[in-house]
């Protein structure tokens, strides 16, 4: 259960629901200037309003590494392949560069 809730939270659903959440609390989309913080408590976390970016730092892409199955695992290598190649071309595109 535990790695199928980790699963949700990643690939290519994982960012929808990340960006659908961010808007919900009103958060910036992303923001150059303000580094991921990744030595927060857990209630710091819950009440940051970082950029959404900033939560695939902060929480998306360590998800891998916390599976517990050999199935996890398998997926959760893929998705976080998907994220880390989402975000190379969504910081192309912030650059101008595509």
Not at 53 to 63: A, G, R
Request: charged content about 30%; glycine content about 8%.
């Amino acid at each position: 259960m535990q790695d199928a809730d980790r699963l949700d939270a990643i690939g290519a659903i994982g960012i929808a629901r990340c960006f659908n959440y961010g808007g919900f609390k009103n958060r910036g989309l992303y923001d150059p200037e303000i580094i991921p913080n990744l030595n927060m408590t857990k209630e710091q976390y819950k009440k940051s309003d970082a950029p959404t970016i900033n939560h695939f730092y902060e929480k998306l892409l360590l998800l891998k590494d916390k599976m517990n199955t050999a199935s996890g695992k398998k997926i959760a290598a893929q998705r976080h392949t998907f994220m880390e190649t989402y975000l190379q071309q969504f910081y192309d595109e912030w650059d101008g560069l595509k």
